[in-house]
C-alpha cells in the first residue's frame, strides 16, 4: 500500500495544519449540533476527503454518543470535552468505514457522475434508513463537477434532507459550485501545508520507514509537493523505492525525480547573465542528452525566476539552495526588469513545448532573446557613454534609483569602432530619433522624408543637435532639446518618486530614461531602446504616468517617448559604402565565409 494511504490520519488528532477546522467539528460532535450539509474546499491533497471520512466515523462510532457530554460542560474544559470527541477505530463500524466497506457511508465521484440520472438515484436512495449506523453519511467528492442540471436535482433533497442523512461535498474549486448549494451547507476552507509541517510530516513517515533522508533532502522534497500532504507522501514513496545508499542526500532525490541540480541550474542562469549564448545552449543540450524534462527545468528556472527576483528586491532570503552566495551574485546581474522579462519568456515557452516539435527549442528561444535583449541594451548604453572614435566599456551600471539594490555588472563585450573613419564623418555622431507617443498615428508619413536624401550630406557633418535642430524647422514644432529643463528637474524627481511606490516596473523604465522637457501639454522622455518605449506605451503603464504627471505639474500631461539611438557605425555617404575590417572578420568567424578579393 503506498505511503499516503497508510499514513492517512484516522483521527483528528493526527491532522496537521488544518486546526481551524479540526476544532470545529470537534466542539460540534461534542455538543451534538451536527449540520446536515458541510461543504469542504480547498486545494488538493490538504485532507479534505480524509476529514470527511473521520467526521463519518465520529458520528456513526458506537463508543461515542453525540451530545451526551452536553450537562458536562460545566464539571469539564473545553479541551477535554474536544479530546472525548474522537473515533474508538475498533468498533465494528469504525473498521467498516476504514475499510471502505459501510453500507451507510457512500462515496461518489461527482467527475465521473456528474449527470441528473445519478442525483435521481442518490435522491431516492437517500429516503431509505440506514442500515446499521446511526446516520447515513454521503460524501460527495468533486461536486463542482456536475452538471446544472444535477445540481438542480440535488438541490431540493439538500435543502430538506431527511433527519438520519448528511451531506458532505468537497471541492477544489469553490467558485464553481452555485451559491444556491453554499448557501445550504456550512462551508470549511483547507489551507496548504506550510512547509515546516510538510518537512514535519515527511520526517516522521521517514523514521517510521527507517528511512534516511538529510535535511536538505526534505526541504526539497517540500517544496516540491507544492502544499499538498498526499504529493509529499508520494514522492517519498518513489524516492524509498530507489533507496541505494543509507542517507538519501539531495542529489539522489534530484536523480530519481528527473530534475536538474542546482549546480546545472545556477549553470544555465549565469551564462545567460554573461551573455553566453553558446554555453546556454550546450548547456540546454545537456538536458535533452541526460533525458530530462524540457518542462520541469522550465518549471524550475521559473522558481529560480522568483528567488531572484525576491533577492533583487531586497526581500527576506527566500531560498533554502545551498550556495547563497552564487544566488545573490546572480540577482545582482541582472535587474528587475530584466528578471520580470526572463520569467515571462519561460513561461510563455512552457506554454509552447507542448506545441512545438523540438520540446527544448522554445525554452531556448526564450533565453537566447533574453541574452539578446541584454546585449543590445548594453551596445546602446556603450555607444552613448562611449568617448568620440574610442573604445569604452562600463564596468558597472546603477540599477535605477529609488531603492534597488545592487549593481549590474557588465560582461566583458565590448563595442568596437573601426579605426578608419571616412572623412566626411562628424566627430559626433548624428541621432536617429523614433518618437513614440500615447495616441497611434494612423497613414501618417514624416514631413521630413521627402528631403531625406537631399539633407543625409549636410547631416553627415552636423552634430546631433543641429540635426535635431533642422527637423524641427521643417515641422515647425520646438524639439526637447530648446526646452528648458531646469524648472522641471524637481517634477521629474517628484514623477519618479510616486511611481516607484506604485508600480516598480514603470519606474524600472522611467529610471533608465532621460527627461526631455515639457512641451506645452507633452511630457518628453527619452529611452534608450524600443522595448522600453513599448512597455511605456502600453495603456496601463502609459495612463498611470499621464495620471501622476499631471497631478505634480498641475495640469494633463500626454506622455511622448522618443527612442534614441547613436548611429556612428553608419556610413552616410551617398555614393560609397565603408565596411571596416573587424565587420568582415567577424563575418567570416560566424558564417564560415571565405573573402573574394576584389
Known sequence: MTLYRTYRPQQFSDLVGQDHIRLTLQSALAQGRLSHAYLFAGPRGTGKTTVA???????????????????????????TMVALSE????CSICLEITDGRSLDVMEVDAASNRGIDEMRELRDKVRFAPSRARKKVYIIDEVHMLTKEAFNALLKTLEEPPAHAIFILATTELHKVPVTISSRCQT???????QEDLIGRLAAVAESENLKIDDAGLTFLARLAGGSYRDALSLLDQISSHQQTETIDLATIQDVLGLASEERLLAVLEAVVTNDREQT???????????????????????????????????????????????QKVADELTTIEIISLIERVVASRQLMKQSIVPILPLEVALVMT????????????QELGDEGGDKQIPNLQKGDGGEKGNMAISDQKLAISEEEDDNRSTQPPVVTEEITSQPKENETSPDSENMSDDREATASEPKSSIINNQSSNTGQKTPSEIPLQPHQEMWSSLLDRIRDQNMSVHGLLAQAEFGGIEGDRLIVRVPYKFAADRLADRKHRTLVEQVAGEIHGQALVLHCEVCVTTDHIDHSPNEVTVSPELIDAATEVFGLEEIAG
Open 53 to 79: 471520512r473521520l467526521l463519518a466515523k465520529a458520528i456513526n462510532c458506537e463508543n461515542m454518543e453525540l451530545g451526551i457530554r452536553n450537562n458536562e460542560l460545566g464539571k469539564n474544559s473545553k479541551e
Open 87 to 90: 473515533p474508538c477505530n475498533a
Open 188 to 194: 470549511f476552507q483547507f489551507k496548504k501545508a506550510r
Open 281 to 327: 545552449l550546450k548547456l540546454l543540450e545537456s538536458l535533452e542528452i541526460d533525458g530530462l524534462d524540457p518542462e520541469q527545468f522550465a518549471n524550475q528556472l521559473i522558481e529560480a525566476g522568483r528567488t531572484l527576483l525576491h533577492l533583487s528586491l531586497g526581500a527576506p532570503e527566500v531560498t533554502s539552495e545551498t550556495d547563497q552566495t552564487r544566488w
Open 371 to 382: 541574452i539578446e535583449g541584454r546585449r543590445g541594451e548594453l551596445g546602446i548604453r556603450n
